[in-house]
């Protein structure tokens, strides 16, 4: 039996990163001239990428050095879509993972969506925080005239008006979704697209789902079993 796990921001709470609409979430913080739905779009990286790359950098890459917790070793051998870009799967040990948004310890060359690029690893540590808006433009080559088709580099991360493409491995994610037995969704608010494309395969095919979750939200499927608790709760009921 194939039990294809699906999982977001509630995964990685225990390990100090904050949920996307908790009391401290990435959304709920926002940036002093920007809503977060418009912070994080291509839109805002072409047009203003200095205030694009450091709310990124404040939002996500200094949660960069924080560890996997029991959950994510819980799951290091199974199959797992991750809405997460923390790459706290990959530190537990998962190897196969699918990282359907990205992952902060990475970036790419800015390009036109669909084509095929390298993921290359993201030089962090190169950063200088003191002249932290520099610093990041240098590291992104980033001019006056602003990022440029296959020269600059992007953050890879799939932006709010951004699409699905094989960059962040779509179609093996539907492939699991198809020939999944079982589809669990551990800590996730089903607001994204990946969520929905996953019910609409469970729902088309008849495989049944759980949800974990403390406070989980209703999902239109006739076969569902919900688990209000925490995932670390739901894992130690499991073992």
Not at 18 to 34: A, C, E, L, Q, V
Not at 119 to 138: F, G, K, M
Not at 180 to 200: D, R
Request: net charge negative; proline share 4%; hydrophobic share 35%.
């Amino acid at each position: 039996m194939t039990t294809l796990y699906i999982t977001g921001a509630g995964v990685s709470a225990q390990s100090g990163i904050p949920t996307f609409r908790g009391k401290d979430g990435f959304w709920t913080i926002g940036s002093k001239n920007y809503t977060p739905q418009q912070m994080a779009t291509r839109t805002m990286y072409e047009h203003n990428p200095k205030e694009f790359l450091k709310w990124y950098y404040h939002r996500f890459v200094t949660y960069r050095h924080h560890g996997s917790n029991e959950v994510h070793h819980w799951l290091s051998d199974k199959q797992l879509i991750t809405q997460n870009i923390d790459g706290l799967d990959s530190k537990a040990g998962n190897k196969d993972y699918i990282s359907i948004h990205g992952r902060i310890s990475e970036m790419t060359l800015f390009h036109e969506q669909g084509e095929p690029v390298e993921r290359i690893v993201a030089p962090w540590e190169q950063v200088d925080e003191t002249q932290l808006s520099t610093s990041l433009l240098d590291l992104f080559k980033i001019g006056k005239q602003g990022p440029q088709l296959n020269f600059s580099l992007k953050p890879y991360v799939l932006l709010f008006d951004e699409f699905y493409t094989e960059l962040y491995q779509i179609n093996k994610a539907q492939q699991q979704m198809l020939h999944a037995n079982k589809i669990v969704f551990i800590g996730t608010s089903f607001s994204v697209n990946i969520t929905q494309m996953a019910i609409e395969t469970a729902r088309q095919y008849n495989i049944p789902i759980e949800v974990v979750d403390p406070h989980p939200c209703h999902v239109l499927h006739s076969n569902v079993t919900y688990h209000k608790m925490t995932a670390t709760e739901y894992i130690s009921n499991i073992n």
